[in-house]
C-alpha cells in the first residue's frame, strides 16, 4: 500500500530531472548549462543524503526519521503516556528502499529547480509580446 503513494512521487521526480538534463544538454545551451547542472546535482545527492540519513523531525506525538517520505516512525505505545519511551518502528526493506530513493530524487530536483526556471526564463526572453492588442 505504502507503494502506491511512493512510487508516483518516484517517477515524477526522476522524469523531472531527466527533462532538465535532456534539455540542457541537447538544446542549445553552453558548457556553463551543463557544469551548473552537474554541480547542482552533486549538491542534490548531498543534500539527499542529509535527508535520509541524519533528518528527523517530529509530527504531533511521533518522531520521523528521513524526509519527506519517512524511513521510520518513533511512537509511544500508548500515546496519552509521555512518560513511556519511544519505539522505534521501521517500514518494511521494500517500502524503506523506495522511500530512500524517492528522498535522494526528490532532493535533487529540488536543487535543480531554480537553474531549470533561469533556463526556461533566459530561453524565451523577448518570445512573445504582452501588448495587449486584439486582432
Not at 516512525?73 to 518502528?89: F, M
Request: with cysteine; net charge neutral; proline share 6%.
Amino acid at each position: 500500500m505504502g507503494l502506491l503513494v511512493i512510487l508516483p512521487f518516484a517517477a515524477l521526480a526522476g522524469w523531472l530531472i531527466f527533462q532538465i538534463h535532456h534539455w540542457l544538454f541537447h538544446g542549445e545551451f553552453g558548457p556553463e548549462w551543463r557544469r551548473r547542472f552537474v554541480m547542482l546535482a552533486i549538491v542534490g545527492i548531498v543534500l539527499g543524503a542529509w535527508l535520509v540519513f541524519f533528518c528527523g523531525y517530529n509530527v504531533a506525538r511521533m518522531h520521523m526519521e528521513s524526509f519527506p517520505i519517512p524511513t521510520a516512525i518513533w511512537s509511544r505505545e500508548h500515546a496519552d503516556k509521555l512518560e513511556e519511551p519511544l519505539v522505534r518502528h521501521v517500514l518494511p526493506p521494500v517500502i524503506r528502499g523506495a522511500a530512500v530513493i524517492t528522498d535522494f530524487l526528490c532532493a535533487t530536483v529540488a536543487c535543480l529547480a531554480p537553474l531549470a526556471l533561469v533556463a526556461f526564463i533566459t530561453e524565451n526572453r523577448g518570445q512573445k509580446e504582452f501588448g495587449g492588442t486584439r486582432g
